[in-house]
């Protein structure tokens, strides 16, 4: 899931060629912790405590940091298989690269058009979250009520705007953010230790058999969701500094960053609440951080929470639309976009023409969506869910071909079969029974009533088909690709 130089040629499209003065290599020299900072904002934890682990909780019990710990384990297991087989291959790195050396170039394709899929949904989708959230900040501060779709679009202008710019200015915006949110979800975990909660500190939060009492597989489900987001980093190789060491340090950094955060900060909240935590987080999903630091910290605390959730949301935006970016440059580079798609900008070092690709995508499909669902949760909810799948299934895949890879070629360069063999088969298996759970029980994750919403995931299924449609055209044409 990034680029770097090949050794196998990188054929130009003489029809659409780059423009003239302009380069399509990246450059840059993001530094390990840079490159962490822009992942945690695709993940946007401050987002993740005060909305999702309050759902975790509501399923997985008063044991729900075991799916937390169990979840960071099984991202650090995923990560061993694909960064070991990147350090060994010399092909640009993408995950529909990783996905085209094991299973070929025709699954290799379709993935990519999935994968792409997948990050335009997650886009789309938290546009919307970013119009219903602004709107309901402003309300609480007793500002006038603006419909969430003119808040979208505001979104919408600072995030192509940004976005348009070298990756250096989206990571030090981002940067900071991540720096403030961070902070403010360890003010609220330190101020709930400091006191014991309201019933003192207890050691069953992290019992496993107190964790198998309660619904693992939602829980171990949205767990997952939360971690969404970190394999990001190979996409920035050419623009951080070594990439041979930073790409690897800041993937497992920011895993382990998120699981900390995530398993301390879930355990905080339920420690906040005692034995009323499964009432709360089933009863106030929504308000039980924001009334936690209320409690625990003070209200002005909890204002500055909600405008961080904004601006977290917008620091998510800003990476999202980059890591579009990213796949929508590589693909021309891979010759199966038209070459004009790799463009860089001559002042800026930007791959600006596949930057402004994305900012109309996203506006294109946001403008129909407010007619035909004016409700943003709802949009957000089934769009943002879909993106969610789509990266899972792309994670399978991941994990299948670095096992083929192993098989065929990888054993050769390093003999290790617990990072070839045993890492990439376990995220493997956990990954499957995910797939396949929320597959049988869509509405967890889009919402609505069982079954009413399943014919969404053929939109993923499409996508995968027309690439692998499009591989077999580039094949009969016998035009070289990926």
Not at 63 to 88: C, D, E, Q, R
Not at 296 to 306: C, G, K, L, P
Request: glycine residues 8%; contains cysteine.
């Amino acid at each position: 899931m990034a680029i770097s130089e090949s050794k196998s040629p990188i054929l130009i499209d003489l029809e659409n060629p780059v423009l003239a003065g302009e380069s399509n290599q990246l450059k840059g020299k993001m530094s390990t912790f840079t490159l962490t900072m822009t992942v945690l904002a695709f993940t946007a934890p401050l987002v993740v405590v005060s909305g999702f682990a309050p759902f975790i909780i509501a399923a997985g019990g008063i044991a729900s940091p075991v799916a937390f710990i169990l979840t960071t384990l099984l991202m650090l297991l995923f990560s061993i298989g694909f960064l070991t087989m990147a350090k060994h291959s010399t092909r640009p790195r993408n995950f529909y690269l990783f996905i085209r050396e094991g299973l070929g170039s025709t699954v290799g394709l379709g993935a990519a058009f999935m994968s792409i899929t997948a990050y335009l949904m997650l886009l789309i989708g938290t546009y919307a979250l970013c119009g219903v959230s602004v709107s309901a900040l402003l309300s609480s501060f007793g500002g006038p009520e603006i419909p969430w779709w003119i808040l979208s679009l505001i979104g919408w202008c600072i995030v192509s705007t940004v976005g348009y710019f070298q990756i250096d200015v989206s990571a030090k915006i981002m940067c900071l953010i991540m720096f403030v949110e961070l902070f403010l979800v360890l003010i609220f975990n330190a101020s709930v230790f400091s006191v014991g909660g309201k019933e003192g500190l207890s050691a069953i939060p992290f019992s496993f058999s107190t964790f198998l009492e309660g619904n693992i597989a939602v829980a171990f489900l949205f767990a997952i969701l939360a971690f969404i987001g970190f394999e990001a980093t190979l996409l920035y190789r050419d623009e951080v500094k070594n990439p041979e060491s930073t790409i690897p340090k800041a993937t497992y950094t920011a895993v382990v960053v998120i699981g900390i955060v995530y398993i301390v900060s879930t355990y905080a909240l339920i420690t906040a609440y005692g034995s009323e935590a499964l009432t709360v987080a089933a009863n106030k999903p929504n308000e039980m951080f924001t009334d936690g630091m209320t409690l625990y910290v003070a209200h002005s605390v909890t204002q500055i929470a909600h405008l961080f959730v904004v601006t977290s949301i917008l620091a998510t935006l800003l990476s999202i639309h980059n890591a579009v970016t990213r796949y929508i440059y590589n693909l021309s580079k891979d010759n199966v976009l038209p070459a004009k798609f790799s463009a860089i900008h001559p002042k800026l070092n930007s791959p600006y023409i596949a930057s402004l690709t994305v900012s109309a995508i996203a506006i294109s499909a946001l403008i129909p969506m407010y007619v035909l669902v004016a409700d943003g949760a709802t949009i957000y909810g089934k769009i943002n869910g879909l993106g969610c799948v789509g990266i899972i299934v792309l994670m399978c895949l991941v994990s299948l071909s670095v096992l083929v890879w192993f098989f065929k070629e990888g054993y050769l360069k390093t003999r290790n079969y617990f990072v070839g063999v045993v890492a990439p088969l376990l995220s493997l298996l956990a990954l499957i029974i995910t797939t396949f759970y929320i597959v049988q029980n869509v509405e967890l994750v889009l919402g609505g009533e069982v079954g009413e919403n399943t014919h969404y995931l053929y939109i993923l299924v499409l996508s995968f088909v027309i690439g692998v449609i499009l591989a077999g055209y580039y094949k009969y044409k016998k035009i070289k690709f990926m």
